[in-house]
């Protein structure tokens, strides 16, 4: 249980956040950066948190595989986020928010996957 927690809890930690900010009719954001611009960056975080898990809280754990389920998860809660706002008095779902979600998960889980390969003692170059 303790390796469970240690692995997924603070992903979940992170939906939680996720899910709290979108019930709020008005976020608390920088007026100078786009709506988009904070979409990306919590899924950029939270894909970099989804890939850990996937990954088993291990470097060598990081593989496409791993990458691809983060990305997955990423998206199937950036849906089901969307879907939540549409509910939340003087908010809108939006599919342009949906991309942004998905762009910053895939900017994490690409970068991340692409750094624990180049570390990866085993490379061929």
Not at 50 to 65: D, F
């Amino acid at each position: 249980m303790t390796r469970i927690a240690w692995v997924w809890g603070p992903e979940i930690a992170a939906m939680v956040a996720i899910f709290a900010v979108s019930a709020l009719p008005q976020p608390p954001a920088p007026e100078d950066v786009s709506d988009k611009t904070l979409h990306f960056l919590a899924y950029a975080g939270l894909g970099a948190l989804l890939l850990r898990a996937t990954a088993n809280a291990t470097w060598r754990g990081v593989s496409w595989r791993s990458a691809a389920w983060a990305w997955l998860i990423a998206a199937a809660y950036g849906a089901s986020d969307e879907f939540h706002q549409y509910f939340v008095v003087d908010r809108t779902s939006s599919v342009g928010d949906w991309v942004a979600d998905l762009a910053g998960a895939a900017a994490s889980v690409a970068v991340i996957t692409a750094v624990a390969a180049l570390l990866r003692p085993n490379r061929t170059v």
